[in-house]
Each structure stands twice: as C-alpha cells, then as structure tokens.
C-alpha cells in the first residue's frame, strides 16, 4: 500500500509525485507514456489568458479558490526545485515577458528557462539560422519578428551545423551536435565569418533554435555569449525542442532519485471504488494486477493525454472508470482522488490544453490539500 499513486508522467504527474514524496509520503508514478510536456517548449504559459497575466488567467478558472499566498508558493517552489536540478528558472507571472518562437512571432510567457532571453524593442538582433534544420528558417522569422519590433535592427546567418551533419535535422539532434566542442567551434567560425562578410560590428543579442545543448547547456550558454560578446537566446519551436526536454530529463532523474517507484509503460485499466473511496487500481503491462494507495492523484491530461476521451455520448472517463460531467468533472466526489492539470474537470480544461503554470499551481495546490486532509483522515481513523 503507498500512501500516493500518481497516474501521468506530464508535468503535473512529475510535479505531484516529487511534492508528495518531499512531504515524506511513500510515492508511485504509474504511466503509459511520455506526457505532452515532451511536445512543448518548455516555457511555462498562462493559459488561457493570452497576453495577460495570472490575474486574468484565474479568471477562466473561477472554481479555484487559489489566494496569493499560495499562488506564490507554489510558484517558489517550482523555481526553487529546477534551480536545485541545475535548470533554473525565471519571470513573473504577474508580469509575463515577451519571447521569440520559431516562427519569428513573439509569444507571452510567465515562466522561462536561463537559455531563454526578452526581445527588446530596439537594437540589432541577429537570427542564426542552421542549413540542416528546415523548420527554422532565419529570413521567415525576419520577417514576423519585424512587424512585432519595428525598432529591431534585424539581421540573419545561414551556417552549417558541422562536415558530419545530416541534411535534415530536428531542433533537439541540433543540441546534441553542439554538446561537442569541435562543432561548437565551427559554427562560432562560420558565425563570426559571416559578421565579418556583413560588416556587422555590434549585435545586442543572438537568436538560435531551441539547441544550445542538453546537459551542457549552461557552458554552451556562456561559451557563446563570451565568444560573440553578445546575449544569446534560443526561440522554441517546432518540437522537440531542448528547452522541453532538459525539463523532462531533470523531473525524470528527480523522480528516481527521490525513490519514486515509477512503473513505466504501464496502463491503468480500471478501479474498485466503495463508499466514494478508491480501495485499488488495476494496472497493467505485461499481465494485469491489483495496486492500493490511501491518495490517488490524477494527472492523466485530459483528451490529449489520455485521461478522457470524446464518443458519441460525450465526453467519457478512460482510467478510473467515473462517471463525469461534458467538463470532465466527477458527477460524484472521490474523496481520496486529486484531479490536477487537464484532469480538472472545468470548462477551460476539457480539451486538454491548460499551460504550464496552471499545470504547476494545480499540482502543488493538490498536495497541499491532499496532506492536509490526509492527517484530519487519519485523525479520524484513529
Ligand atoms: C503539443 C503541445 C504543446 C504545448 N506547448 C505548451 C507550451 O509551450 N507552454 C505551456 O505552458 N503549455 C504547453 N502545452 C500544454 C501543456 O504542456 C499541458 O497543459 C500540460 O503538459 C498538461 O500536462 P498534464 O500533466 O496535465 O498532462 P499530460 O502531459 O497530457 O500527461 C498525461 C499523462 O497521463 C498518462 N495517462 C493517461 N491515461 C493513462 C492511463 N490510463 N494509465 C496510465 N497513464 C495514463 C499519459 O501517458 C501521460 O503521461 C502544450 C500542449 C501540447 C499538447
């Protein structure tokens, strides 16, 4: 019996699991694949709230009785966690910034990664674009970026990402390229040849695909910001994007060495409920079998993660095997089961996309009271 199950390995099942398992609890993490945080760009949005800020985004989630206080904690948390995995993070939700994508549009985040840098609004930005990679294309990007900053001075490089490159390349093969000097050292010479032909002299910032590195890329960061005396940014894009994938790794590795007992590739198939309790699961892989906790948290993402699907009936709960309204909530309460992220079960959640920092706040949110209720449970019991 584990004190939790957490059921979805995206960004709120890592979350949920290393924050119960910080709180001393004996952990599971039971999933059937990689969640959507491997398809994204790794930078933490408000969704829904387009260009606002946190303020505006609760108001698409007006159940949540979320104050300040613990809206600030969780977001502490969150920093205080990716700066101990060595992937620090920063912003303000209060405040978003705005960031380049790969299509040279500017998109409004809350939270970002260290590779990632504000556009200004005047300057001299130079796109550096790689022959291998064909979605990140530095004259495209020009031209978005333009209409967005009018007071941009902005410029493009074409180079080659190394002799032994491929033709085509994705964003994340690109990092694993740079993490050897040797190439590194070609492309800053390319890059520097390049300002050289151009007679461009003073460049503010440096824009890259989402490639400088995966393990190495704080050294990488450094070595190029020193090297072409500028800042440096990467732009997300089309995935995978190495932003994502240094955040996945990182809740991966802190999972495991925090003694979550992850059961991977594993589907849960089903549920004993009595009295509104969830007694067991049923997991399976290679055979079925029977799993028990006293919290079950319900990270399964929603109709893009799996969690619900849409029939001709409506929308239908696939794990648990619940009943639930055409938002995803549960038509009767669960007492010991904590539904976080695209889980929820409101309105704003059902079509599974819900960003990053409601991802962060539900997660944190849900153990916060899933602790709490636990020791009046247990009062209780005793
Ligand atoms: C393509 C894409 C790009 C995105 N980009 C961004 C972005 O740039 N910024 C941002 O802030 N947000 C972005 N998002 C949204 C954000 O990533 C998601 O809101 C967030 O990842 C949802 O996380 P989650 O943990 O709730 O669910 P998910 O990541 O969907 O994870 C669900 C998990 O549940 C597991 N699961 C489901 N059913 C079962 C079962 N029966 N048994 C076992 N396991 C099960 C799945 O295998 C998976 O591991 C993006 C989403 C998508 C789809």
């Known amino acids: 019996m584990y004190d939790y199950i957490v059921i979805g390995q995206g960004l709120t099942g890592m979350l949920s699991a290393i924050w119960a398992r910080e ?14 945080i491997v398809q994204s760009t790794g930078v933490m949005d408000l969704i829904p709230a387009e260009k606002g800020n946190i303020v505006k985004m609760m108001e698409g989630y007006q159940n949540h009785s979320w104050d300040k206080t613990l809206i600030k904690n969780g977001i502490d948390r969150f920093k205080t966690l990716l700066s101990r995995l060595g992937y620090p993070y920063y ?7 705005e960031i380049i994508t790969g299509s040279g549009h500017l998109k409004s985040t809350g939270l970002y990664p260290e590779t990632i840098h504000p556009i200004p609004e005047k300057g001299h930005v130079m796109v550096i674009g790689f022959q291998e990679i064909a979605d990140f294309q530095p004259e495209y990007i020009k031209g978005n970026l333009r209409k967005e900053r009018p007071g941009l001075n902005i410029s493009t490089i074409n180079i080659s990402l190394g002799k032994r490159a491929l033709r085509t390349m994705t964003q994340l093969d690109a990092a694993r390229m740079l993490e050897d000097r040797e ?10 040849e390049q300002l050289s032909v151009q007679m461009t002299t003073s460049i503010d910032l440096f824009i890259f695909p989402s490639s400088l ?41 802190e999972i495991s060495r925090q003694g979550v007992r992850l059961y991977a590739d594993t589907q849960v198939i089903g549920s004993k409920v009595e009295n509104d309790i969830v007694k067991s ?37 696939k794990v648990l095997g619940v009943k639930i309204n055409q938002n995803g909530e549960y038509l009767s309460p669960i007492k010991n089961v904590y539904t ?18 409601f991802s962060i706040l539900s997660s944190y949110a849900a153990i916060e009271q899933a602790v709490k209720e636990e020791k009046v449970y247990d009062q209780n019991a005793g």
């Open 23 to 36: 709180k001393g609890a004996s952990v599971a993490l039971i999933s059937q694949g990689e969640g959507r």
């Open 213 to 253: 590195g995966i393990l190495q890329w704080k050294m990488i960061i450094e070595e190029f910001k020193e090297k072409l005396q500028a800042q440096v940014t990467e732009a997300v894009g089309m995935p995978p994007n190495a932003t994502a994938i240094r955040l996945y790794e990182g809740l991966k590795k």
């Open 183 to 192: 190439n590194r050292e070609y492309v800053l010479k390319q890059i520097k």
């Open 281 to 317: 699961i049923i997991i399976k892989n290679t055979v079925s079998r029977e799993l028990k906790a006293k919290t079950y948290v319900m990270a399964t993402g929603g109709v893009l993660g799996g969690g619900f699907e849409w029939t001709t009936k409506g929308l239908k709960e």
């Open 340 to 357: 976080v992220g695209a889980s929820q079960g409101i309105d704003v959640t059902k079509h599974g996309i819900t960003g990053g920092v």
């Open 91 to 97: 912003g303000d939700i209060y405040n978003p910034i």
